[in-house]
């Protein structure tokens, strides 16, 4: 199912304040991912979520599955990168 920014944003901060949420397996975990890490709370990536519009929003095809769209958020310095399998949202990156 492909979502644009608003539907993207909505339900990614929905899945984080529900618990809904994994984290995706890869090198560097320590450093490029906080949340997994516990360096920042999950109501900390919400607040940060909640200051995004569109224009700090992009989205592409996955790149090894290409049917799974992965959604990139960058503002106030920070990268949250992020896709959906239902019915959690999985995090690839959430760092500076």
């Not at 984080?16 to 109501?43: C, F, M, P, W």
């Not at 992020?82 to 999985?90: H, S």
Request: aromatic share 10%; glycine share 6%.
């Amino acid at each position: 199912m492909e979502r644009g920014f608003k539907q993207a944003r909505y339900d990614v901060m929905s899945a984080l304040e529900a618990g809904d949420y994994q984290h995706a397996i890869r090198g560097e975990i320590d450093v490029k991912n906080q949340l997994a890490t516990g360096e920042v709370s999950a109501t900390e990536v919400i607040e940060i979520i909640r200051h995004c519009n569109g224009m700090h929003h992009c989205s592409s095809p996955h790149h090894n599955v290409p049917d799974i769209e992965v959604h990139v958020l960058k503002r106030v310095g920070w990268y949250i990168k992020f896709y959906f399998i239902e019915p959690d949202v999985w995090f690839i990156s959430v760092h500076r």
